[in-house]
């Protein structure tokens, strides 16, 4: 059925979503190099998640995988990390969200955002919420989750380091 | 050296602070039951972190605790955990606060606030950061931190259940 709410359109088949498995580690590792978005100690932080999401149980974090809808082998080149918030009963945070470097702005992203949304929403949750950085690396990232349909609900400002503020988007999922 | 700043003035010796001690464990935990504030699942919570208080290395949860000034014994009738947000190069987190029913309206809250600001001002951090709900109940709780210099930062709406936001308040500490 389309979807013919503005904004939400995504591209033909941009990606093939699937579960995480053993060999998306290094893939992912690699992956999160390439972006040059992340520091070390981030890109330690999301390790260490992806090594929760295969061990049995996970730890309450959920993963989408996306491959290139192209590629017979269905090598990751993108993945979301997500999970019900513990203190709300149904707020979902995304934690982690990247894109290969040579595969942004193909709609991966979107992709696995549409998808993680549908899944928040199948298990009853009521919105997902983001946090994200404030600086200006990170504007094709905000312009993103405006794209998709998040809006800013909060600003702390100097959170990171002082000049460097955290920011909050929320999307409400209609139930 | 007197206090001169509006509103931070605490009444002369109202506890006694110290750290966190084996024998606080049984009180702190019929202390979170009396004061009639927290689901079983936050007081579960609370305890886990009491725990790793108690444990070597402490998993960077810090503890302030507060005994009346005129008992002899030190018996906790309050405690305060925080810690620095491992995201933050400044920030702290006061995860929890909590002061005996009984000893409540006496600046034990208070004077166990100012302490944590002590040390995390020592420490070189910036700010420090609470989290709490926006339902009725919790209105005394946010005219003490309001009355303590905290302003709300933030207004998460519906975020633990429809209708009960979560509230975040700051205060930034001089350098």
Redesign the interface.
């Known amino acids: 059925m389309p979807n013919s709410s503005p904004g939400s359109s995504t591209p033909p088949k941009a990606a093939v979503l699937r579960g995480l498995e053993p060999r998306d580690r290094e893939t992912l590792a690699l992956l999160l190099q390439g972006t040059e978005m992340f520091y070390a100690a981030e890109i330690a932080v999301a390790m260490e998640l992806i090594d929760l999401g295969l061990t049995p149980g996970g730890g309450g974090y959920e993963f989408a995988v996306a491959a290139a809808a192209n590629d017979p082998e269905g090598r990751a080149v993108g993945y979301a990390c997500f999970g019900l918030?513990p203190?709300?009963?149904?707020?979902f945070d995304l934690y982690w969200i990247a894109v290969d470097r040579r595969a942004q702005g193909s709609g991966v992203g979107r992709a696995l955002l549409t998808h993680v949304e549908s899944v928040v929403a199948g298990r009853g949750g009521?919105?997902v919420?983001i946090e994200t950085g404030g600086k200006a690396s990170y504007a094709p990232t905000r312009a993103f989750y405006l794209a998709c349909g998040y809006r800013e609900?909060?600003?702390?400002?100097?959170?990171?380091?002082?000049g460097d503020d955290?920011l909050?988007y929320?999307k409400r999922l209609s139930s």
Chains 1, 2 share one sequence.
């Open positions: 918030n203190m709300s009963d149904g707020v009521r919105s919420m609900v909060a600003r702390l400002l100097d959170f990171f380091r002082v955290k909050m929320e």
